[in-house]
Antibody, heavy 119, light 108 residues
Framework: EVLLVESGGTLIRPGGSLRLSCAASGFTFSGSDMTWVRRAPGGGLESVAYISGGGGTTYYAESVKGRFSISRDNAKNSVFLQMNSLRDQDTATYFC????????????WGQGTVVTVSS | SSELTQDPAVSVALGQTVTITCQGDSLRLYYATWYQQKPGQAPVLVIYTKHNRPSGIPERFSGSSSGDRASLTITGALAEDEADYFCGSRDSDGSNWVFGGGTKLTVL
């Protein structure tokens, strides 16, 4: 079974740091580009960060550039999101998702992990 | 970065047909994808590369596009189709991905 499982979400104070993890199984992880997408309460989807299968290419939303960093460990079938200098506006459910081959679609999604930034 | 625009809310009578639209400059370069998200659940891919359905997505879901607009049509809407629908594409500069603001579909 193809599966993505996120972890690491919690309640954290503004200015703090947090690392989210996403464990993949059931497919060739190293051959798949991955992304972190978030949905804030009452908001829409936002692609926060993206990483190629080999890890050599990354993209970030303007709202998180310089604060968030995406990485992966293909030996452990995992992708990570390091979040620093967290702000109230970063409060959201964070999903990891797999890009479907060379299409522009994300076909497999995790169940999400909740990050709440509040004092 | 690019923006994708969707109507915030649409309603449809049970069994009728509804079209949800998405507009943005990036759609002139990249095909739209469509996702369905129900409360408390992860998004589900329903249409990719303009009009393709992943395995398991009912035939009542279809996609089309022209110019800077893309559409998702549900033919014969069911109560279970009530959800938020998001369009997505690659950013015009080929970097990150962008999503529309979402359309809340109510089935009456």
């Amino acid at each position: 079974e193809v599966l993505l499982v996120e972890s690491g979400g919690t309640l954290i104070r503004p200015g703090g740091s947090l690392r989210l993890s996403c464990a993949a199984s059931g497919f060739t992880f190293s051959g798949s580009d991955m992304t972190w997408v978030r949905r804030a309460p009452g908001g829409g989807l936002e692609s926060v960060a993206y990483i190629s299968g080999g890890g050599g290419t990354t993209y970030y939303a303007e709202s998180v550039k310089g604060r968030f960093s995406i990485s992966r460990d293909n030996a452990k079938n995992s992708v990570f999101l390091q979040m620093n200098s967290l702000r109230d506006q970063d409060t959201a459910t964070y999903f990891c998702a797999r890009r479907s081959g060379t299409s522009y679609a994300f076909d497999i999604w995790g169940q999400g992990t909740v990050v709440t930034v509040s004092s | 970065s690019s923006e994708l625009t969707q109507d915030p809310a649409v309603s449809v009578a049970l069994g009728q047909t509804v079209t949800i639209t998405c507009q943005g400059d990036s759609l002139r370069l990249y095909y739209a994808t469509w996702y369905q998200q129900k409360p408390g659940q992860a998004p589900v891919l329903v249409i990719y590369t303009k009009h393709n359905r992943p395995s398991g997505i009912p035939e009542r879901f279809s996609g089309s596009s022209s110019g800077d607009r893309a559409s998702l049509t549900i033919t014969g809407a069911l109560a279970e189709d009530e959800a938020d629908y998001f369009c997505g594409s690659r950013d015009s500069d080929g970097s990150n991905w962008v999503f529309g603001g979402g359309t809340k579909l109510t089935v009456l």
